[in-house]
Every structure is written in structure tokens, then in C-alpha cells.
């Protein structure tokens, strides 16, 4: 299986579990409900990723190398090239298939290849620190579980800090001046479109996390 399709997969199955959980609870599909839960998913899937980046550190910093001596080869796109790279599939859990992410994004942005960086230390942060309140936030969005002041809470905590690392980690790119080692369409794709959620869905989710204190109940979602 491509590593790319995989990836797509794992967050389709994961939005869904949430999307059908609520239909089956409730008997109807929310948007806001939807954008969430489709976020929170992609979320989990990178903060694997995230471990992995802490894990295969080393290896990062040498396979990011192999992918700038394929592209010279090639000229073709490493991170394309990666995720249309077929994994077998007992292998498709492996830190090592998944180091590749950082490999090969580190490309338009050396801080993943050093640990010494905003980049690097920010995500390693997110992929060991939110999956658990993610995963209470995406099932507490999902069937009520919890006080909607607490998940109103405990949202605008996550969702601030999402907001706020990624605001930095866009601000310490350009401080940096990495923008000058990449065309103007890696930097819109690769730095800015892939990055956006975090702050985009972020938002979202601290207005979301707003009307939930403030209102003292679900009805923002549609509850």
C-alpha cells in the first residue's frame, strides 16, 4: 500500500468512527461536529508521526541527505516520491517508514533535521502531550461525556497551544530565513497550506470551546 494512501486512510477511518458514533447516538451529521472530527483525526495521525521524529532523530539527520542526493539524481519531489512509495503492510506501523515524513519535509525546512529547533521541539511536544486530551476532546465533542464547561476548558487549553506553536514555528521560518532556499509554491504548500490547519481548525475549535463555557451546554454542536 502506498504510504500516502495509508495515511489518507487512517484519517478517513478515524473521522468516520466519530461522524457514524453520533449519527448512531444522535440521528443526524453536524458540520462543525464534522470539521473537528476530521481534524482531531489528522491530528492523532501526526502525532505518530511526531514520536517518530523524537525516535529516529539520528536517522532523520542522515536520510534527510539520501533525499537530497535522490532529488539531484531524479528531480523529482522527495516527500511525492515518498508517499507514493508502496509499504508492506507489515511494515506500515514502522518508526523507521515513518521518519521519512521529516526526511524528506526537511527538504524545505532544516529544522526537522535538528534538534536544536523551534520545529523540531514543538513537534516532538505535540505528538507525546495531545493525543490523550485529542482523543477526550474528539469523544467528548462526539457523545457528551463530560461537562461541556470542561471540554469548553480543556478546548480552548488545546486549542490555544496549537494556535500558538504553529504562529511561532511560521514566524521562526521566516526569522530564519529558510523562505530564501525554497520556490515560492514550497513555501505556500509545504510551509504554509500544511501547516494552516493547526491554526485554522484551531480557531475553530476556541470558538467552539468559547460557546461551550459560555453557554453551559452542547448546543454549539448541535446537541
Given at each position: 500500500m502506498a504510504a500516502g494512501l495509508f495515511a489518507a486512510l487512517v484519517v478517513t477511518l478515524l473521522a468516520l468512527l466519530g461522524i457514524c458514533t453520533r449519527y448512531h447516538f444522535v440521528g443526524d451529521i453536524n458540520l462543525i461536529h464534522c470539521l473537528m472530527s476530521l481534524f482531531f483525526s489528522t491530528n492523532l495521525l501526526v502525532c505518530y508521526w511526531e514520536v517518530c521524529l523524537f525516535l529516529k532523530r539520528d536517522y532523520i539527520e542522515t536520510r534527510t541527505e539520501y533525499w537530497r542526493r535522490r532529488q539531484q539524481e531524479t528531480g523529482r519531489t522527495p516527500a511525492v516520491e515518498f508517499l507514493t512509495t508502496r509499504v508492506p503492510l507489515r511494515r506500515i506501523l514502522s518508526p523507521t517508514i515513518w521518519a521519512d515524513v521529516w526526511a524528506t519535509y526537511a527538504l524545505f525546512d532544516g529544522s526537522f533535521s535538528d534538534r536544536r529547533t523551534w520545529g523540531f521541539n514543538v513537534d516532538v511536544a505535540n505528538g507525546f502531550f495531545t493525543p490523550?486530551?485529542?482523543?477526550?476532546?474528539?469523544?467528548?465533542?462526539?457523545?457528551?461525556?463530560?461537562?461541556?464547561?470542561?471540554?469548553g476548558i480543556l478546548g480552548l487549553v488545546l486549542s490555544w497551544q496549537w494556535t500558538y506553536m504553529t504562529s511561532v514555528y511560521w514566524v521562526s521560518f521566516f526569522v530564519a530565513r529558510r523562505q530564501h532556499h525554497i520556490t515560492r509554491e514550497e513555501l505556500f504548500v509545504y510551509i504554509g497550506a500544511l501547516n494552516a490547519p493547526w491554526v485554522l481548525f484551531a480557531l475553530l475549535g476556541m470558538y467552539v470551546s468559547a460557546r461551550l463555557i459560555l453557554d453551559g451546554d452542547y448546543g454549539v454542536l448541535g446537541f
Open positions: 490523550i486530551p485529542t482523543v477526550i476532546l474528539y469523544g467528548a465533542f462526539t457523545v457528551e461525556f463530560m461537562p461541556a464547561v470542561l471540554a
